[in-house]
């Protein structure tokens, strides 16, 4: 009762049920996203004596509350019916509402991009050096898994998209995939077709975004009329066969070919615009064409730029087009210049750089960084504009058709107006990035990892932190053997300022946990990255390892132990692989802390500034402080 009675709390100050759009948590915080975080009271969540401190940053309104926050956060959940299988609460459409949707969608295949982007530059490579033919199956096998992300974007799109905005996302994808059936896509070409009597003009949707976008959008609205006229116990098979029925013509009949239509108007205007200006035409391509890829627009100029290779030998648009691809490499390298060692944004933004260095493919910039970070709109119209200006006014042509990249520079001429228009595109993209890319508040993915975003943990009773109910002391050893730091160090803020705890940090050099006392396991994540311990003496100590090493799920840990088990000091606790959890880009600096009040208020620390192992005394909890220096 006690958690329901303080949750409710915590819900009225943090502006109402009505005000909370979802809610997550980590080991000591619950993560609210608000619909408006002025109707939070702030100062009075902080007096309130569960609740350690109040952080709002990088888009969540986080109320720390320590080691009882599963509590709380199921109380939360149950009291505001809160669910996150719920359909996505509606938002007001808007410019930053659109923007949210389209990252939203693509963030989750960044990864798959990335990767297939990779592939795409190491067979460039290949080719380039004459170690592999273009035309060998090897080659093709290959080709098919670099290409499969984008050809198939509308399938993956259509499942992202409706998670991100409601519906069924398997649905999603079928309205996707529909599209790249070989029954459709073998009526490409073909005169006179209907449906139904209307007329029907099938065009080739592989790597589109545009029609999905529209369709997704639609669909959401269809989904939640279906599911209010249809009798509950028909909607399993009905819903999804009338979505689909209404959908895949909609799509085929109108959204495909309206999207279509855009872009073949988008390249007609610009080779108009090419012929009176090539100084205005290089900004609107330099600059414009990274808005025209996020719609998958960009595709219209690929006939153009075929007949003009076919009858002038050169293409003018991706002549000038080529600075935006370069201007958006210099965001990704900027964005890897600023951000920290071990963080996020470092192990993103490099290999998104390389990405678009080696194969030319800047869809992971675009959809991963600069609909992330809207400052970045501006400054890659900026950056691109300034290098296509270059490279109209020089008459920079493509003479071949090819992905804009590093191997591909012997088909552009002149080279001199190509260097200087590419190379001002990036230099001008790194450098605004780094002063002006990102707000402070968003600056979260930049530092070393820490633990935000971190599971949930099971915990074997419901009831709070008893105190110690010893007299004696509690003497803590290294459940780790490495080198000691202050707590202090540790880059988050919760960890640092001592508000979950008080302890130390120990950067580890061997690969196991050990009991640093007699005691008994009071917690476990199912991440198996932390351990919650309470010794006989009633001390409750949590051993975190690595910064933000939540989001291996699992990976390169084992716990030996199990929740509720009665340990002795020196036993193995957990196991992991520090070498594999380094490479995948994590730190492995770990914190050890005191996790209960009066435990807290009775410790000594003992090492600080020096190497540990399981041997030796940490700090002491309680009574007897001098007995345990010695």
Known sequence: MRYEEESKKIIELVGGKSNINSLVHCATRLRFSLKNTKK?????????????????????YQVVIGSKVPDYYAAIQSLANLNEDAPKTEKKLSFNYVFEVISGAFSPLIPAMAGSGMI?????????????????STYMVLSAASNA???????????????????????GGVIGAALLEPSFTGMIGQEKLDFLGINLNVVDYATTIFPIFVAIFIYSFVDKLLRKIIFRDLQLFAVPMFSLMIMVPLTALLFGPFGTVIGDALSQGVMWLIGKSALLSGIVLGGGMPFMVMFGLHWGFSPITLENLTVMGGDPIEGMAVAAVFAQIGIAIGFYLKSKKHSKMKALAGPLALTGLFAGVTEPIVYGLILRYKRLLP???????IGGAICGVTGV?????????IFSIPVYTPKVGYFIGVGSALIAGAVLTYFFGVKEDEMTDFLPETDQGEDDFQETTDERPTPATSTSETIVYAPLEGTVIPLKEVDDDVFSSEIAGKGVAIIPSDNKVVAPFDGTVVA???????????????????????INTVNLNGEHFETKVEMGDTITRGQTLLVFDREKIEQAGYAMTSPVILTDGPSMETMNIINTTESVTPETKLFVVGTGLEEAHK
């Open 40 to 60: 939070a009271d702030k100062e009075s969540l902080e007096k309130l004596p569960y609740v350690m401190s109040v952080v709002n940053s990088g888009g969540q």
């Open 120 to 136: 795409k530059a190491v067979l460039t490579i290949l080719v380039e050096m004459k170690l592999l033919a273009d035309t060998s």
């Open 149 to 171: 992300i984008f050809y198939f974007l509308p399938v993956f799109l259509g499942i992202t998209l409706t998670k991100k905005i409601g519906g069924n996302m398997y649905v």
């Open 379 to 385: 400054i890659v119209a900026i950056s691109g504009a």
């Open 397 to 405: 042509t493509m003479n071949a058709y090819v992905f804009h990249n």
């Open 524 to 546: 476990i994540f199912p991440s198996k990255h932390a351990i919650g311990l309470k010794s006989k003496g009633g001390s409750e100590l949590l051993i975190h390892i690595g």
